[in-house]
């Protein structure tokens, strides 16, 4: 069993700042990724930042230079900073890791996602 525990949505003004937090526990032997993705109502959900266990990111061409995603490999954490924050960033931000279990199985895991808005 693995539990994704997702904090740090809100409302937020335009121009203001957010951080989003995730933490994995649980049945893990190994992290391979922890990322971020949003979405929108009416619209796909979508890669807004992820990160793998060797320190390589990946960030959406929206977000760059805004975000910034970040991990706590101890805690099985991933941070996200979002800055600068635009009215089209509102969105559900859900949570992914994939990893291998302690039975070595690989997974995939979704959080439940937390909602962020942003004000004009």
């Known amino acids: 069993q693995v539990q994704l525990v997702e904090s740090g949505g809100g409302l937020v003004q335009s121009g203001g700042s957010l951080r989003l937090s995730c933490a994995a526990s649980?049945?893990?032997?190994?992290?391979?990724?922890m990322g971020w993705y949003r979405q929108a109502p009416g619209k796909q959900r979508e890669l807004v930042a992820s990160?793998?266990?060797?320190?390589?990111?990946n960030y959406a061409d929206s977000v760059k230079g805004r975000f910034t995603i970040s991990r706590d490999n101890a805690k099985n954490t991933v941070y996200l900073q979002m800055n600068s924050l635009k009215p089209e960033d509102t969105a559900v931000y859900y949570c992914?890791?994939?990893?291998?279990?302690?039975?070595?199985?690989?997974?995939?895991?979704w959080g439940q996602g937390t909602q962020v808005t942003v004000s004009a």
């Open positions: 992914n890791t994939n990893f291998w279990d302690a039975l070595r199985v690989f997974r995939d895991y």
């Open positions: 990160m793998h266990s060797g320190g390589s990111t």
């Open positions: 649980g049945s893990i032997f190994s992290i391979n990724a």
